[in-house]
């Protein structure tokens, strides 16, 4: 499975250096799901999914009920 860092792993995985955060690796599904359970990695599909989601949504904006613009001049 196919999946794009999250966090940095430090070390090596059979030789080879952990890719950077937002790199990518192929991992055996099992590997692959226990670093997205503990939120080291996403799987590839997924992040470009959340990306463009967080991308395209309006920021939330804070509100008291009951002021007026003119309550705060």
């Given at each position: 499975?196919?999946?794009?860092?999250?966090?940095?792993?430090?070390?090596?995985?059979?030789?080879?250096?952990?890719?950077d955060v937002g790199g990518?690796?192929n991992v055996p599904a099992?590997?692959?799901?226990?670093?997205?359970?503990?939120?080291?990695?996403?799987?590839?599909?997924?992040?470009?999914?959340?990306?463009?989601?967080?991308?395209?949504?309006?920021?939330?904006?804070?509100t008291v009920k009951g002021?007026?613009?003119?309550?705060?001049?």
């Amino acid at each position: 499975m196919k999946i794009r860092m999250l966090a940095k792993i430090s070390g090596t995985r059979d030789l080879v250096d952990w890719p950077d955060v937002g790199g990518t690796i192929n991992v055996p599904a099992d590997e692959a799901q226990s670093l997205i359970e503990n939120g080291l990695a996403a799987e590839v599909g997924a992040v470009e999914t959340a990306d463009l989601t967080r991308r395209t949504r309006k920021p939330e904006t804070a509100t008291v009920k009951g002021l007026t613009k003119r309550d705060l001049s």
